[in-house]
Each structure stands twice: as C-alpha cells, then as structure tokens.
C-alpha cells in the first residue's frame, strides 16, 4: 500500500494542467496520501485552503513514487534515472519524435482519454498507456438557471492558436448572426488574443477578454452564454464539459480528445465533424501528424438551432449538465490514478 506520492509539475488555477493538478493531489490526500510537491512553477493566488496547506508541507523527495504531470519539457530530465509515470496528452494525430524516447522510459503512462492512448501507441509508445479522465467538480460549475435574454450570447473559451480553431468559431458566428443585432459573442481567451489570427473587437457586439483570472474556474463567463463553442483540437477539452455541467447547449468539435466524450455523451452534445484536415508543424518539435478544423456551415446551423429552439437547447443543457456531474466527476480521477501508480510502483 502507498503512502506518500511526489508529484512534480505546475500549480496555479489559469491552466488546464496546473489546474488539473490541484484536483490531484488534494484527491489523493482525501485518500490518505501524503503528496510531496515538486514545483516547476506556483502561483498561490485562487487555490484552495487544501492546496495551500500541501503546499506550505512540501520538501525534498519522500519515499514513494514520482508523478511527473506535465507535457514533455527539459525538467522531465532530471527524474531519468529515477522510476516515475508521467502524466501527459498531445492534441494531434502522431507524437512529437521528441518525446517519444522520454516518455519510453517511464514506468507508466496517465492519458485522459481513449483517443491520446491509442494516439500515442501508434505513434511509438511501448510502455502501459493507462487512460484516467479528467472531469469537472460540480461545486466549481453547477447548473446555471438562465434568464430569459433577448438574444443568444455565444461563448468561446481557449487562447488564440491555431489548434483552438477561434476563427473558424467566429466565421460560424458571422454566418449564423450576421444581421443579427441581438447577437452577443464572447472570447475568453489569453495571451494578447486581440489582434491575432485577424481576431478584433471592432464589432460591438464582439467581447475579447484576454487576461488570466486566478479565480477558481470561470463561471461567471459560463453564466453569460446561452451557447458554448467548444471547437479546439484537444487531448480531453476541459471547456467542454464546463459548459456542459453548467446546463450549456455545447458545440463540439468531435475529433481528437473530444471525440470520445462526443462518443460517450451522445445526444447530449451538439457535434460537428471535421470538414478536413489539416497538417500539424511545430517549429521546435517537427511533424505531428494531422487533426481535424471544424465544419464552419455545420457550426453556423447548430447555432441558429440554439437560436430558434430555445426552450430544447435549455432542455438540452440541463440532461448535459447532469450527465457531465456524473460521468465526468473530477473527483473520480485521483483514484483511477492511485490504482495506476499502485500498480506500477515497487
């Protein structure tokens, strides 16, 4: 039985991995083990009572596994000769060939979903590929009651890269609401997005936010909306089950990560296929295959859909949220992980 975990990584709550982490390692505490932080960055600013506690005990390694929790960088070199798992995903069809000898030599693999497992067996990984969901916490984004709005307020949450797809989103949104003047668009990015990929906030209906909020989650954007786009290439799509567990209709892009909770949610999202795709080059990792862009005509008609059936697409958004609450409980990961490290650690 293990005792005590080391879980190296980032921890702040603007991000999907360090905001992933918290969840971690305060679940695996609820179970009754002590975790050691190993940061590569920390932000104290909106984590809970909980974390801060692990935080101000974390020290030197302990005696117990090692948990890296991160996308492949140079500090998963310093544990090479040490026996870890790596936590990890990627968002396209084929590994970076960087990673590939890295990630080999841990004991383990933890993916979120069934798509980056068989991703990253074909693209060479030989050791166990285990896959543990990510998930939403229901206290963070519960079911939203709506009022009654004139309008639909579209919301679209992801930083202005290409993989999220933004402008394809907001192609959809011109063709469904173009005389529309009712119609609200929200853009809850980060990084500087006014500006990029042709993205300016000249229409007044257009909202572009494009700061970190370290608050615990955003429901506040959530609370806005009466639609989410969750149209990015992604290795789970965290906004997509946020938006479902708050009673949001949501738009979704079924490839990649996506696709299996587009599978395992059914009639519960609104799907949209790939209309193509396209080739992935990063300029520091090479060729990583293809992943899928958006039907922009199919968007555009799931969005006047929303528009003019209301009362279904609240109908809608209520069975998601409870299916989200449910199925994707954050709460179910730190076990699902604890039962993989059990398993691979001496």
Same mark, same amino acid.
């Given at each position: 039985?293990?005792?005590?975990?080391?879980?190296?990584?980032?921890?702040?709550?603007?991000?999907?991995?360090?905001?992933?982490?918290?969840?971690?390692?305060?679940?695996?505490?609820?179970?009754?083990?002590?975790?050691?932080?190993?940061?590569?960055? !920390?932000?104290?600013?909106?984590?809970?009572?909980?974390?801060?506690?692990?935080?101000? @005990?974390?020290?030197?390694?302990?005696?117990?596994?090692?948990?890296?929790?991160?996308?492949?960088?140079?500090?998963?070199?310093?544990? @090479?000769?040490?026996? $870890?798992?790596? $936590?990890?995903?990627?968002?396209?069809?084929?590994?970076? *060939?960087?990673?590939?000898?890295?990630?080999?030599?841990?004991?383990?693999?933890?993916?979120?979903?069934?798509?980056?497992?068989?991703?990253?067996?074909?693209?060479?990984?030989?050791?166990?590929?285990?896959?543990?969901?990510?998930?939403?916490?229901?206290?963070?984004?519960?079911?939203?009651?709506?009022?009654?709005?004139?309008?639909?307020?579209?919301?679209?949450?992801?930083?202005?890269?290409?993989? /999220?797809?933004?402008?394809?989103?907001? *192609?959809?949104?011109? !063709? @469904?609401?173009?005389?529309?003047?009712?119609?609200?668009?929200?853009?809850?990015?980060?990084?500087?997005?006014?500006?990029? *990929?042709?993205?300016?906030?000249?229409?007044?209906?257009?909202?572009?936010?494009?700061?970190?909020?370290?608050?615990?989650?955003?429901?506040?954007?959530?609370?806005?909306?009466?639609?989410?786009?969750?149209?990015?290439?992604?290795?789970?799509?965290?906004?997509?089950?946020?938006?479902?567990?708050?009673?949001?209709?949501?738009?979704?892009?079924?490839?990649?990560?996506?696709?299996?909770?587009?599978?395992?949610?059914?009639? !519960?999202?609104?799907?949209?296929?790939?209309?193509?795709?396209?080739?992935?080059?990063?300029?520091?990792?090479? $060729?990583?295959?293809?992943?899928?862009?958006?039907?922009?005509?199919?968007?555009?008609?799931?969005?006047?859909?929303?528009?003019?059936?209301?009362?279904? @697409?609240?109908?809608?958004?209520? #069975?998601?949220?409870?299916?989200?609450?449910?199925?994707?409980?954050?709460?179910? /990961?730190? /076990? #699902?992980?604890?039962?993989?490290?059990?398993?691979?650690?001496?």
């Amino acid at each position: 039985m293990i005792e005590s975990v080391n879980l190296a990584g980032e921890f702040y709550v603007h991000d999907g991995y360090a905001g992933i982490s918290e969840y971690i390692v305060v679940g695996l505490s609820r179970l009754g083990i002590r975790v050691n932080l190993i940061p590569f960055k !920390l932000e104290p600013a909106g984590l809970s009572p909980e974390m801060l506690d692990i935080v101000a @005990a974390a020290g030197p390694f302990v005696p117990g596994p090692l948990v890296f929790n991160s996308w492949v960088r140079p500090e998963l070199d310093r544990f @090479a000769g040490r026996p $870890h798992l790596v $936590h990890t995903m990627w968002e396209s069809s084929r590994l970076p *060939a960087s990673w590939i000898g890295p990630l080999n030599r841990a004991r383990a693999l933890m993916v979120p979903t069934r798509f980056v497992a068989r991703m990253f067996r074909d693209s060479g990984i030989t050791v166990p590929v285990e896959v543990t969901p990510d998930g939403v916490d229901a206290d963070v984004y519960p079911y939203v009651t709506r009022p009654e709005r004139e309008g639909i307020t579209t919301l679209v949450v992801g930083t202005v890269v290409p993989r /999220k797809h933004v402008s394809e989103a907001v *192609a959809a949104w011109n !063709l @469904a609401f173009a005389d529309d003047p009712a119609a609200r668009l929200v853009i809850k990015a980060r990084f500087g997005a006014e500006g990029r *990929a042709g993205l300016t906030s000249r229409d007044a209906r257009v909202t572009i936010v494009d700061e970190n909020e370290p608050t615990r989650g955003i429901l506040h954007w959530y609370e806005q909306a009466d639609v989410l786009l969750a149209l990015g290439s992604e290795g789970f799509g965290l906004p997509l089950v946020e938006g479902m567990a708050t009673g949001l209709p949501v738009i979704a892009l079924s490839s990649e990560g996506q696709g299996d909770v587009c599978a395992d949610a059914g009639d !519960l999202v609104l799907p949209v296929a790939p209309s193509r795709w396209e080739g992935v080059y990063e300029s520091h990792l090479g $060729h990583c295959g293809v992943r899928g862009v958006p039907d922009v005509a199919e968007v555009a008609r799931h969005l006047r859909w929303v528009a003019d059936h209301r009362d279904e @697409a609240r109908a809608l958004g209520r #069975a998601a949220s409870a299916w989200a609450h449910k199925e994707r409980d954050i709460w179910q /990961k730190p /076990k #699902a992980m604890l039962d993989v490290i059990e398993q691979y650690s001496d």
